[in-house]
């Protein structure tokens, strides 16, 4: 019988995370530093959900629709709420999800505090770890 992994066992618990008010080119700034792909809002009070801002958003908006960088705040275009798993939930159950709904990052959580942030990337680091 296979014993499961569980999302906190490959998730990337390092997050950076961003104010809903910061401006994009502050969230940019931060992106480019910390070589990141996305960042994650956070909430706005206790029991609100958190957000996520990739650089696919940013870029989508910046170059294909010709916002303007100084004018822009992260509220303006991240995804809130975020989609979000369970740190104790199966891997395979989270890839699942994330296959089905088109995610390439979620919002790792427990009792609605950030745990951390599950990705395609681990996800194939983890499936690679297996072959031999």
């Known amino acids: 019988m296979r014993v499961p992994v569980l999302v906190e066992e490959i998730m990337k618990k390092n997050v950076t995370t961003v104010e809903p008010n910061a401006s994009l080119k ?3 700034q931060v992106m480019k530093a910390k070589r ?4 994650i809002v956070n909430k706005t009070y206790e029991s609100d959900a958190y957000g996520i801002i990739t650089n696919t958003q940013i870029l989508k908006k910046i170059l294909a629709e010709d916002g303007d960088i100084e004018l822009l705040n992260v509220y303006d275009i991240y995804k809130k709420p975020a989609f979000a798993v369970s740190a104790k939930v199966d891997v395979k159950h989270a890839a699942r999800l994330m296959l089905s709904h088109g995610v390439k990052r979620v919002v790792v959580t427990d009792n609605n505090e950030l745990q951390g942030v599950l990705s ?3 996800l194939t680091a983890y499936l690679l770890s297996l072959v031999d």
């Open 36 to 39: 990141l792909h996305c960042l």
């Open 120 to 122: 395609t990337t681990d």
């Open 26 to 28: 502050e969230a940019l």
